[in-house]
């Protein structure tokens, strides 16, 4: 794996070749494009660019030399370059339309060039053919660049919307220069921390933080729901993480129509509003009901709006299906669509998650088979005296049988991409005990195409803390018995605000895990 993992470094510093429908303006307004090999960013001698004849970029050869672990050779009378790295052999010569991989001939769009008396190659071409996993984020600017054996950990964190918990500390159309700085603020202090990866609630009541036909903008945006701010803060979040070389996955509060049952204040296209045979009222909230096939079209038509108008790099969703408390009253939906009780009422739930799951994925997949789909189910899928193969714990509401959610057939029938369980509890925690929780959860995933990554409950830390919680090293023990799992592909924190108010002293020990050195 070593040794794949260098061959891409080789590649990496060199170069990409990206392929871009409309990059030739970036090339004619000298604009900065950056590269990030594993989350790092890469500094050249020379710029990087991009060829307006072929819109391929070009990154200097040096950088291979100074930072790759590769051997490589210039030949100036032939002005042909030769890579070497574990057995692995390419030849690239100016003016030629072919190179040379293993003695092989392989056609090229754009070969080396001498520009300013540097050496510049195409990069998605030696990318590929070292196997690097290559990324062009066309409005940031920005190259990632990624090996494929696995090692790069995942280092996420959700940034909550619904009452501004997290971003935008303030709502209001007139707010739109302290949200843009505030942003920029905490992925700073994300990114100095180690955090590479962003969950952003773009969806928190069945509204929106990005442009939309089909909901209306989010209160907790402008102060008031439906209406516009003066920016796109979706695509301007996008772009700030991109150019960090960070990603960026939208996280959908899928079934929650409304944060309180009063509607006077409502937009005219809110799906209550709209819609009011699809809600049910469960304590205090509002729910969309799964049981209505509509009702799970239409959200993921906003999903997919998303997916198709924005460059994200994952669609995330919560554990908003139906209402943990049993407060639900669907009985005459299950009639309509259960006239025959085939499937009793638990069962018939659950299968409507599963539709909406199973459609979702099958949605965003055809549309950008790139984009990463997964869910952040409650840690407890069943208790084991439920269930013999649920997991040893004594949890109050498992997913299965309370929130409806049948979190291993999403699994076994790879449906999503990944899993995120909230593993909200302490090693000590008697009741649902963390180390118990990731065991479970790592023999799930085991043997299937779909990733793992675990949620901490970073918000519980407090001097007055019980269970573990009043100290911050809490989390960095769950981090090290993480480690002897390989199925355990990373770790995402709830939420961005106890990182970044430093809780107890955890963004230094995050820094000191992660092995980030101070920036001062």
Do not use: C
């Not at 090996?147 to 997290?166: A, C």
């Not at 009541?205 to 803060?233: E, H, I, M, N, R």
């Not at 108008?309 to 995330?316: R, T, W």
């Amino acid at each position: 794996m070593r040794q794949v993992r260098n061959v891409l470094l080789v590649l990496l510093a060199f170069i990409i070749s990206v392929p871009i429908g409309s990059l030739s303006a970036l090339a004619t307004n000298n604009q900065e494009i950056s590269i990030y090999f594993n989350g790092s960013k890469i500094k050249t001698d020379a710029p990087p660019f991009i060829d307006p004849k072929v819109n391929i970029t070009m990154v200097p050869l040096r950088v291979i030399s100074e930072n790759l672990e590769a051997k490589i050779n210039w030949d100036q009378a032939n002005k042909t370059v030769t890579i070497t790295k574990d057995n692995r052999k390419l030849q690239l010569t100016a003016g030629k339309s072919e190179a040379i991989v293993d003695n092989e001939p392989i056609s090229l769009d754009a070969s080396v060039q001498i520009i300013n008396s540097r050496v510049m190659v195409p990069i998605r071409f030696v990318s590929e053919q070292l196997g690097l996993l290559v990324t062009w984020y066309q409005s940031a600017k920005t190259i990632k660049l990624e090996t494929r054996d696995g090692n790069k950990q995942l280092r996420g964190t959700w940034i909550s919307t619904v009452y501004n918990l997290d971003w935008p500390s303030k709502a209001g159309v007139d707010q739109a220069a302290k949200q843009q700085q505030d942003y920029i603020n905490m992925l700073d202090q994300l990114q100095g921390m180690g955090i590479n990866t962003v969950y952003v609630q773009v969806r928190a009541s069945s509204d929106a933080f990005y442009a939309s036909k089909l909901v209306p903008w989010s209160k907790y945006l402008t102060g008031k729901q439906g209406v516009a701010p003066t920016y796109d803060p979706l695509s301007f979040m996008i772009d700030e993480t991109h150019m960090r070389g960070m990603e960026f996955h939208a996280w959908f509060n899928p079934f929650r129509a409304n944060t309180e049952v009063k509607t006077d204040t409502l937009a005219s296209n809110h799906v209550v509003i709209e819609h009011p045979d699809w809600i049910v009222k469960s304590g205090t909230l509002l729910y969309i009901n799964p049981g209505i096939p509509e009702a799970r079209q239409h959200i993921i038509d906003t999903i997919m709006e998303v997916v198709r108008n924005y460059q994200i790099d994952g669609v995330h969703l919560d554990d908003y299906f139906y209402p943990s408390n049993g407060d639900f009253d669907d009985n005459a939906t299950y009639s309509q669509y259960q006239p025959q009780k085939k499937l009793n009422k638990g069962d018939w739930r659950r299968d409507n998650i599963n539709q909406f799951v199973q459609q979702l994925g099958k949605s965003i997949h055809q549309v950008k088979p790139k984009v990463k789909y997964g869910i952040s189910p409650f840690g407890v899928w069943r208790n084991i005296a439920d269930d013999p193969t649920g997991s040893d714990t004594k949890a109050g509401i498992p997913s299965y049988d309370y929130m409806y959610a049948d979190v291993r057939t999403w699994i076994r029938n790879d449906w999503i991409d990944y899993i995120m369980p909230q593993l909200y509890w302490s090693m000590t925690f008697s009741a649902a005990r963390y180390d118990k929780l990731v065991d479970w959860w790592t023999n799930e995933v085991r043997g299937t195409g779909v990733s793992l990554y675990i949620g901490h409950a970073s918000y519980r830390i407090d001097k007055e803390g019980k269970d573990g919680w009043n100290t911050a090293q809490e989390i960095i023990d769950q981090l090290q018995y993480n480690r002897q799992y390989p199925e355990i592909g990373g770790d995402v924190y709830f939420s961005a605000r106890s990182l970044t108010s430093n809780l107890l002293g955890l963004s230094q020990l995050l820094r000191n895990y992660y092995g980030i050195k101070s920036s001062n």
